[in-house]
């Protein structure tokens, strides 16, 4: 039986069941009126043989109490109300002004964007790299064959050191991929040469049978020696990590690093023309704008004796909101803006904004929203009219090589190496220069598609959602996702693909590969038809030498190096890979008899 106290205070419902009704009791009826009283059910029978009602028992809620929102709720409206478009850009600008700082010290040293954020704190680059945090995070240490940013070291190399900006969010002076990725990256390499140096001297030692005397005066041992004598006796292969680095991480670091030194190793990278441009080990050094640097003791970098990767944090440290004013505008400064550019940017990409930095930040917050979408559509119009499909803006990660018709060779190393060490990203030039990667002289192109159009090319597979324009017997749509969106998009048009290259590959035809960025799926998709149809070589045999051999992540890993080599922006997704191995590793058979 309730009692009248309660049911004076209670919304009485009734509904006719037949099973047992349930009553919601108040555990305390004393609780403040802005708290929700904890509730519990008694099972309740009724002996009667005649339909039963259930009696549905609830507090009465304050109006008042129902509008305030809740704490989560104002706190996302206050974070949207803090990271407008403007605070993001005036604070991208605002921390660019120190990388130029930065930069000037050591003008002589190229700067490199790690992609994607650093890429929004200056207005040029020479080069762009891609370390990720999350293979620096705690106990998730990794060293990523599938990045291994070989053309940095390479550039590095070339010009005695490079700078790496990048920036991370409140809370933090360095993010992860500073901290601890990059440390890991120049510890393993600089180990990978050790050892690659030391195999060519023994090598040279056994092979010829002579003292180290004749070889210095033989001319076949000199290659050898070249690079051998160049490198010093102490060359450093010690983990340089940041102070506030724990011990114990350090310790369990230093645990893996032949682990990975071995893989690197064994993936088949080009360490040799690597070891023949480095004549100093690398090491990282690390700058933030807490960092102290006297002006008139600024050292010479070719004094050290380590090839320097000066990291650059652009953003300032700060645990709460700064709001800063200028003599027109105020604004709240927010850590590392550039990140997570799809949550803020609009569409707008970093060349865009330099282009027109000054005139988005003298509009101010209020006319900065519609001055952004004004230059994002007239880019988009602009596109369009040149016969690009543009359906919506998107950051394009710029290609290191020069993309022409000029295709390099497999061979010629110390071309690429000129490339790299002089080209610079100009950000006002056409698209025609920096358009397509050709894969030595495997036919192969990887690009983007709003390009694709404007490609010297035979035939085109296309693998973004939208269609472009193209000639109908040289043109095949496949459209994809990432395996975010479908886990088998890729694996269900994979033969399609595969077969489109392999009929336009036997007749001698140039092939371009593209998808929206030109980093992910169309890199997993070349990866494919890289491995089931030409030999270890590189040279086109239809699809032989993948049936006779079973294709193992290890000789797919030194496939995707190779293409890494030439699509130096490449970004494929672990989902992405995991699709392309399960197409190659269960598919054989079918591959052997495709239709030419």
């Given at each position: 039986?309730?009692s009248?106290?309660?049911?004076q205070?209670?919304?009485?419902q009734?509904?006719r069941h037949?099973?047992?009704?349930?009553v919601?009791?108040?555990v305390?009826l004393?609780?403040?009126?802005?708290?929700?009283?904890t509730?519990?059910?008694?099972?309740l029978?009724?002996?009667?043989?005649e339909p039963?009602?259930?009696l549905?028992?609830s507090?009465?809620?304050?109006d008042e109490?129902?509008?305030?929102?809740?704490?989560y709720r104002?706190?996302?409206?206050?974070?949207?109300?803090?990271n407008?478009l403007?605070?993001?850009?005036?604070?991208?600008?605002?921390?660019?002004v120190?990388?130029g700082?930065?930069?000037?010290?050591?003008?002589?040293l190229?700067?490199?964007?790690n992609?994607?954020?650093g890429l929004?704190?200056?207005?040029?680059?020479?080069a762009?790299?891609y370390?990720?945090?999350?293979?620096?995070?705690?106990?998730?240490?990794?060293f990523?064959t599938?990045?291994?940013n070989?053309?940095?070291?390479?550039?590095?190399?070339?010009?005695?050191?490079?700078?790496?900006?990048d920036?991370?969010r409140?809370g933090?002076?360095?993010?992860?991929?500073?901290?601890?990725?990059?440390?890991?990256w120049?510890?393993?390499l600089?180990?990978?040469i050790?050892?690659?140096?030391e195999?060519m001297r023994?090598s040279a030692?056994?092979?010829d049978?002579?003292?180290?005397e004749?070889?210095?005066?033989?001319?076949?041992?000199?290659?050898?020696?070249?690079d051998t004598?160049?490198?010093?006796?102490?060359?450093?292969c010690?983990l340089h990590l940041?102070?506030?680095?724990?011990?114990?991480?350090?310790?369990?670091?230093?645990k893996?690093l032949?682990?990975?030194t071995?893989?690197?190793?064994?993936s088949?990278?080009?360490?040799?023309?690597?070891?023949?441009?480095?004549?100093?080990?690398?090491?990282p050094l690390?700058?933030?704008?807490k960092?102290v640097?006297w002006?008139?003791e600024?050292?010479d970098?070719?004094?050290?004796?380590?090839t320097?990767i000066i990291?650059?944090?652009?953003?300032s440290l700060?645990?709460?909101?700064?709001?800063?004013?200028s003599?027109?505008f105020?604004?709240?400064y927010?850590?590392?803006?550039?990140?997570?550019?799809?949550?803020?940017?609009?569409?707008?990409?970093?060349?865009?904004?330099?282009?027109?930095?000054?005139?988005?930040?003298?509009a101010?917050?209020?006319?900065?929203n519609?001055?952004?979408a004004d230059?994002?559509?007239?880019?988009?119009?602009y596109?369009a009219?040149r016969?690009?499909?543009v359906?919506?803006?998107t950051?394009?990660?710029?290609?290191?090589?020069?993309s022409?018709?000029?295709?390099?060779?497999?061979?010629?190393e110390?071309?690429l190496?000129?490339?790299l060490?002089?080209?610079n990203?100009?950000?006002?030039?056409?698209?025609e220069?920096?358009?397509?990667?050709?894969?030595?002289?495997?036919n192969?192109?990887v690009g983007?598609?709003?390009n694709?159009g404007?490609?010297?090319v035979?035939?085109?597979?296309?693998?973004?959602?939208?269609?472009?324009s193209?000639?109908?017997?040289?043109?095949l749509?496949?459209?994809?996702?990432?395996?975010?969106?479908?886990?088998?998009?890729l694996?269900?048009?994979?033969?399609?693909?595969?077969n489109?290259?392999?009929l336009n590959?036997?007749?001698?035809?140039?092939?371009l590969?593209?998808?929206?960025n030109g980093e992910?799926i169309s890199?997993?998709?070349?990866?494919?038809?890289l491995?089931?149809?030409?030999d270890?070589?590189?040279?086109?045999?239809?699809?032989?030498f993948?049936?006779?051999?079973?294709?193992?992540?290890?000789?797919m890993r030194r496939?995707?190096?190779?293409?890494?080599?030439?699509?130096v922006?490449a970004r494929?997704?672990?989902g992405?890979?995991k699709?392309v191995?399960?197409?190659?590793?269960?598919?054989?058979?079918?591959?052997?008899?495709m239709?030419t």
């Amino acid at each position: 039986m309730v009692s009248c106290g309660l049911l004076q205070r209670a919304r009485v419902q009734y509904t006719r069941h037949d099973n047992p009704f349930l009553v919601k009791f108040p555990v305390s009826l004393s609780q403040p009126p802005n708290q929700k009283p904890t509730l519990f059910r008694r099972k309740l029978t009724n002996r009667k043989t005649e339909p039963v009602l259930s009696l549905s028992l609830s507090l009465m809620e304050d109006d008042e109490d129902t509008r305030q929102l809740s704490i989560y709720r104002a706190a996302r409206t206050i974070k949207r109300r803090d990271n407008t478009l403007y605070n993001a850009l005036r604070s991208i600008y605002d921390d660019s002004v120190f990388v130029g700082e930065i930069f000037q010290l050591w003008p002589d040293l190229p700067l490199l964007a790690n992609l994607r954020c650093g890429l929004w704190y200056s207005r040029t680059f020479h080069a762009t790299c891609y370390f990720k945090s999350t293979d620096g995070h705690n106990n998730n240490w990794s060293f990523n064959t599938s990045r291994l940013n070989l053309h940095v070291a390479q550039l590095a190399g070339q010009k005695g050191g490079c700078f790496i900006v990048d920036a991370t969010r409140r809370g933090k002076r360095f993010p992860d991929s500073m901290s601890k990725t990059i440390p890991i990256w120049t510890c393993v390499l600089n180990r990978s040469i050790q050892n690659h140096r030391e195999r060519m001297r023994q090598s040279a030692l056994v092979n010829d049978g002579l003292s180290l005397e004749n070889h210095k005066e033989s001319s076949t041992c000199d290659e050898y020696y070249g690079d051998t004598r160049q490198m010093p006796i102490d060359w450093d292969c010690s983990l340089h990590l940041p102070l506030w680095v724990s011990g114990t991480e350090r310790a369990s670091i230093e645990k893996r690093l032949e682990e990975w030194t071995q893989q690197l190793d064994a993936s088949g990278a080009d360490i040799s023309s690597l070891a023949s441009c480095l004549k100093k080990p690398l090491r990282p050094l690390w700058i933030s704008q807490k960092t102290v640097i006297w002006l008139n003791e600024v050292p010479d970098h070719e004094s050290w004796d380590f090839t320097p990767i000066i990291l650059v944090s652009a953003s300032s440290l700060s645990g709460v909101v700064q709001h800063r004013i200028s003599s027109e505008f105020s604004w709240n400064y927010i850590p590392g803006a550039g990140d997570d550019e799809e949550s803020w940017a609009r569409g707008l990409t970093p060349s865009l904004f330099w282009n027109c930095a000054y005139d988005i930040i003298n509009a101010g917050p209020e006319m900065c929203n519609q001055m952004v979408a004004d230059i994002v559509e007239k880019d988009r119009v602009y596109r369009a009219r040149r016969g690009q499909d543009v359906p919506q803006v998107t950051v394009k990660a710029p290609n290191l090589l020069p993309s022409s018709d000029h295709r390099l060779r497999d061979n010629d190393e110390s071309q690429l190496a000129v490339d790299l060490a002089n080209f610079n990203i100009d950000r006002n030039s056409s698209d025609e220069d920096c358009v397509i990667s050709w894969l030595g002289l495997t036919n192969l192109a990887v690009g983007t598609s709003q390009n694709a159009g404007v490609s010297k090319v035979d035939c085109i597979l296309n693998c973004d959602k939208e269609s472009i324009s193209a000639d109908p017997k040289a043109y095949l749509h496949l459209p994809m996702v990432t395996s975010k969106f479908d886990r088998f998009s890729l694996l269900n048009n994979l033969p399609s693909a595969v077969n489109f290259a392999k009929l336009n590959l036997s007749q001698g035809k140039t092939l371009l590969i593209c998808c929206d960025n030109g980093e992910d799926i169309s890199v997993c998709i070349c990866l494919a038809i890289l491995t089931a149809l030409f030999d270890e070589e590189g040279t086109f045999d239809g699809g032989n030498f993948f049936s006779d051999t079973c294709i193992t992540k290890l000789e797919m890993r030194r496939r995707l190096i190779t293409i890494c080599k030439y699509v130096v922006n490449a970004r494929p997704s672990r989902g992405n890979l995991k699709q392309v191995f399960n197409f190659l590793s269960s598919g054989r058979a079918g591959l052997t008899n495709m239709p030419t």
